[in-house]
Structure formats: C-alpha cells, structure tokens
C-alpha cells in the first residue's frame, strides 16, 4: 500500500509531498521547507486528511523552529517569534483536529524542556515528527485489523472522500480497513463517491485502491439511493476529521447524507479514526467548526471554464457533521466503539488523553 508520500529528506533538510491536487493524471511532488510552505500545502491541499495534517504540521513546527533559528541565531530573544509562526500554523485549517493536536503536542514538548535552547528543540522536534509518522502507519494497521472484523467475504463497500494511505502517513483509516479485509483473504469490492467538489473519491480514493489491487467502481454522490436501494452496498466506511465527545463525526461534505440513506436502507454505517482525531473539548458535534472554502472549487471544477453563471453565489462547505445515532461503531487503534458513545469515548478515549 502507499506509503511513500510523505518523505523527509535530511539532505536538503526539506519534507517532499505527493502533491494530491494532480493525482491521478500526474504524480508531482511539492517541496515544503519552511511555515509558509507549510500552510500553502495544508490550505491549498496539496496534503489533506485529518492524519496527515497532523503529521505534515509536526514538520511544519520544525520548520518554524527552524526559520526562527535563521531570524535570530537562537541568541536573540525568539520565543514570542516562535510561538507567532505556531499560531499561524494551528490555525491553518478549522476543522480537521489532528492539526492542533500535532501542534499543541509539540508546544508540550517544549513546556517540558525549560531553558532548551532553539537548535536543541528543532531536533526534539524533528525526531518527534518522524515518530509521529512511524506511529501513525502503525496505528491505522492496529485499526484496520479490528475493522476487517466488521466486514465480510464477499461485502460491497460504500467510501466517501478519501481515507487511505493519501489521508494518513500510510494503509489509512476507512480504506485501511478494506485493505485489512483483503490481507485477511476476503473478497471486498469498493464503490467509491466521486466526493464533489474537489473528487477526492473518485481522483484519489479510486486511484490508490486500483495501484494496489482492490476492485473499485466510482459512483456519482447523487446515485448514492439507487446504489443502495439495487442491493449494491452492503456496508459504509468513512473516515473523519473531528469526533466529538458523544460521538458525532465531522468528515468531508456529503457524509452526513451518506448516513442518513445507509440507516434508511438498513446498511450498518462505520467511522474509522484514530484516537488523535477525537477532540473531547466538544461535547457534541453543534461545536465542531465547519470550513467553508472558495467558490472557486465549486464554479471552476476543471480549473478552466466557470460552470456557474457569474456571479451567482455558492455554498462551499468542506465539511458536515454525522450524528452519533446514525453510527454503527467507531473504528480505532484501541478498538471498535459502540453505543453509548459518551460512555465509551469516555472510558477508551478519554483513559488515553
């Protein structure tokens, strides 16, 4: 399975990104060495997913220990400075928790070390960051063996968005699980939503499952009732960008309306997600904040030619929320969670924290 596409290269001290936005027509790679860098690829997605944002924004707070570094020769006062770019960092993108988890980990890890100078801390930071991408391969494994369980030989598999080795630092989390599934020698096909506006379905989730073998078909996201109604899902799997304490889930836009069609049809729907994406300060989904991108996503889907009247208003939310009533069980590294969610989030999630 991919894994390749976040890649640290200590030679030109610079983190190379497949860059999502060409797949599956080119396989560019984007270069980021410094904050700036950082955030273009965070908010431009050129790396999206809730694990790979926050593996991506570890290295962004080594890169901005590290141009702190250049701004003052770590003789200077330069903790203000520092904390100012980890800001902008955090703040990046809204919704997907991952990126303020991997910052504020990191800012403990310099609460820890009091009198640490600059240079010492970008190393702290740096092996912190590499680790954090070891681990997080390993935890989606962990998740994709409890979640294989849940599917059965022969199972037709609902995605939406993309939640596999692009979203995370390698297997992935809902589409870890398909791939788990395949290990264990079942016989899984995929349907995956195109995923509007920026299709990540049908250019990235379609994509990294042909490279590796598993049979998928592409779905528009509006034939998601006939699908379902012809008998041709027999299971949902998504991933998500925040979960909140009683359970609700935020993930890409569309997720929600996937939801309520599986409970409608009697599919059992399933979250995969690492503990990392829980975020135990919201107690329900109401406090989970939506992102709204450009319009631009929506009225130049091509990049070229506007398919919307000028000016014609547009809706661009990247995300929705899915309440927890319409979750079948929520797939983690610790384990498959299950109703009540306040109780069990509590107990497996909230024992980690």
């Avoid at 991506?56 to 330069?78: H, S």
């Avoid at 791939?179 to 195109?194: D, M, P, R």
């Avoid at 359970?247 to 990392?276: E, Q």
């Avoid at 091509?302 to 939310?317: A, D, H, L, M, Q």
Wanted: aromatic share 6%; hydrophobic share 40%.
């Amino acid at each position: 399975m991919l894994n390749t596409h976040i890649r640290f290269e200590h030679d030109a001290d610079r983190l190379m990104l497949l860059d999502q936005r060409y797949l599956p027509c080119r396989e560019d790679w984007y270069e980021v060495r410094d904050l700036a860098t950082t955030v273009y690829a965070l908010q431009e997605m050129v790396i999206r997913g809730a694990p790979a944002i926050g593996v991506t924004a570890a290295y962004g707070c080594y890169f901005c220990a590290r141009e702190t570094l250049r701004e003052t020769d770590g003789l200077l006062p330069w903790a203000e400075s520092l904390r100012a770019r980890l800001d902008t960092l955090r703040n990046a993108r809204p919704t997907a928790v991952n990126l303020r988890w991997a910052v504020e980990l990191l800012e403990s890890m310099w609460a820890e070390r009091p009198g640490i100078g600059l240079p010492a801390l970008a190393t702290v930071w740096l092996d912190k960051a590499k680790a954090m991408q070891r681990e997080d391969e390993e935890t989606n494994k962990a998740m994709g063996a409890h979640g294989a369980n849940l599917l059965a030989d022969g199972d037709r598999v609902m995605t939406h968005c993309n939640a596999g080795a692009l979203a995370t630092a390698g297997w992935g989390t809902a589409v870890g699980v398909i791939y788990s599934a395949v290990e264990q020698g079942k016989k899984i096909t995929v349907v995956a939503n195109e995923t509007r506006p920026f299709l990540q379905g049908a250019r990235l989730t379609a994509y990294e499952l042909d490279k590796c073998g598993v049979d998928v078909t592409v779905a528009c996201d509006n034939a998601c009732a006939l699908l379902m109604k012809k008998g041709l899902v027999d299971k949902v799997v998504v991933g998500a960008d925040r979960i909140a304490a009683n359970g609700d889930a935020a993930n890409k836009i569309g997720t929600y309306g996937v939801a309520l069609l599986a409970k409608a049809h009697g599919i059992p729907f399933y979250v995969a997600a690492p503990s990392s994406t829980f975020d135990l300060r919201c107690a329900t989904g109401e406090q989970i904040p939506i992102e709204e991108r450009t319009p631009r996503e929506v009225t130049h889907p091509t990049g070229e030619s506007s398919i919307t009247p000028v000016g014609v208003k547009v809706y661009n939310f990247a995300f929705d929320v899915t309440p927890a009533e319409l979750i079948a069980g929520i797939i983690t590294e610790k384990g498959v969670l299950t109703p009540p969610y306040t109780e069990s989030i509590a107990k497996v999630i909230g024992q980690k924290r």
